[in-house]
């Protein structure tokens, strides 16, 4: 069992940055696929950016790509989201999710919800115009 929790949302203007964070629980965090997904009031839940377990495979959502990027620390056992250049449209509650290894996957394919094992309870962003 693997428990996530997401900290450093919070207000930002258009154009301001914020970074997110994610603590999981767990001895195996280096072998997991960690992704950042986010919702909007009455929206579905939609894939913002994945990080394999190699932290040198990412993949992101078009609409985030060149502004986020997603990081992790797997001595700390953490996984980051800098989010630079941020826009109204980016205002959501942030979700960070886990994926146990169970064989080679692209991190493409990694975009897909029922891709993750794990989920944490959110965070909120609002970004002002």
């Known amino acids: 069992q693997v428990q996530l929790v997401e900290s450093g949302g919070g207000l930002v203007q258009a154009g301001g940055s914020l970074r997110l964070s994610c603590a999981a629980s767990?001895?195996?965090?280096?072998?997991?696929?960690m992704g950042w997904f986010r919702q909007a009031p009455g929206k579905e839940r939609e894939f913002v950016a994945t990080i394999k377990m190699t932290a040198g495979s990412t993949y992101y959502a078009d609409s985030v790509k060149g502004r986020f990027s997603i990081s992790r620390d797997n001595a700390k056992s953490t996984v980051d989201l800098q989010m630079n250049s941020l826009k109204p449209e980016d205002t959501a509650v942030y979700y960070c999710?886990?994926?146990?290894?169970?064989?080679?996957?692209?991190?493409?394919?990694?975009?897909?919800?029922?891709?993750?094992?794990?989920w944490g309870q959110g965070t909120q962003v609002t970004v002002s115009s």
């Open positions: 999710a886990a994926r146990r290894p169970r064989g080679i996957v692209a991190a493409s394919s990694l975009s897909r919800l029922d891709e993750y094992d794990y």
């Open positions: 767990g001895r195996t965090f280096s072998t997991y696929a």
